[in-house]
C-alpha cells in the first residue's frame, strides 16, 4: 500500500481473487466492498489523467512559444 491506499496491483490481484471463488459475487461482502474500491481508484486515476493531459496541453504551448526564438 502507498499513502495508506491500495494500489492498483493490489487491487487487481483482489478482484481476481474473488472472481475465482464459488458463489455468488453480488452476496459477498468483501467482493462488493473490493469492486467499490476499484471503482474509487479508478475515478482518482481517471481525474489525475484529465489534470496531466491538461498540463501537457499547457507545457506544449510553452513549447511552441520558445520555437521561434531556437
Not at 16 to 43: C, F
Request: charged share 30%; proline share 3%; with cysteine.
Amino acid at each position: 500500500m502507498r499513502n495508506g491506499c491500495p494500489c492498483l496491483k493490489e487491487i487487481e490481484d483482489k478482484i481476481l481473487e474473488v472472481l475465482s471463488g464459488e458463489g455468488n459475487i453480488l452476496e459477498d461482502a468483501k467482493a462488493i466492498n473490493i469492486l467499490g474500491a476499484a471503482k474509487v481508484l479508478g475515478n482518482e486515476i481517471a481525474e489525475k489523467q484529465k489534470i496531466a493531459d491538461e498540463t501537457e496541453i499547457k507545457i506544449n504551448i510553452a513549447r511552441n512559444g520558445y520555437k521561434p526564438v531556437a
